[in-house]
């Protein structure tokens, strides 16, 4: 098994191939490396995806 982030698994693939074999669209994966998002993708032995987002709980800012 090998974890990725978003951004080099669309670097070798290209945005568009990576988007379809993620099953979202070139847009929501280009709109989530723009922004930043702490997204990773796993590369299962038996050559399966998915794709999963670190985020702090509760999601929410606080307020400073």
Do not use: N, W
Request: charged share 20%; with cysteine.
């Amino acid at each position: 098994m090998r974890r990725i982030p978003l951004s080099e698994f669309a670097k070798q693939h290209g945005h568009t191939k990576a988007a379809q074999m993620l099953g979202c669209t070139q847009g929501a994966l280009s709109k989530a490396i723009r922004v930043g998002r702490d997204v990773f993708v796993t590369l299962g032995d038996d050559g399966s995806l998915s794709a999963l987002e670190h985020r702090p709980f509760p999601s929410q800012k606080s307020a400073a």
